[in-house]
């Protein structure tokens, strides 16, 4: 799946887009804990200390936010496009 992060997510990963590939029934849930355990400082950015989603970072798959979907349950198929958006402020 393809997965793109935008502002200050990006230099976590060192990169704006990454190819990743989970199994085919993963949740959107799998994909932040595989992420956490690969790039640990975005732990506090995608997770609650409690380990739920948060608040911080805004999850889209397929263009949906996941917060109208199944949240962390959302199912993938693993050939979704998934974004990233941390809050953005200012004018």
């Keep these: ?3 793109t992060f935008y502002a200050t997510l990006r230099p976590i990963v060192g990169a704006r887009t990454l190819d990743i590939e989970l199994r085919c029934d993963a949740t959107v849930q799998a994909l932040i804990e595989t992420l956490a355990e690969r790039w640990p400082a975005l732990r506090e950015h995608l997770l609650t200390e409690e380990g739920g989603l948060s608040r911080r970072v805004n999850i889209f798959v397929a263009g949906r936010n996941v ?3 199944d949240g962390a349950a ?6 979704e496009e998934i974004d990233f958006f941390p809050p953005v402020a200012g004018g």
């Design 1 to 3: 799946m393809k997965l």
């Design 67 to 69: 917060r109208w979907l």
């Design 74 to 79: 959302t199912r993938l198929d693993g050939q």
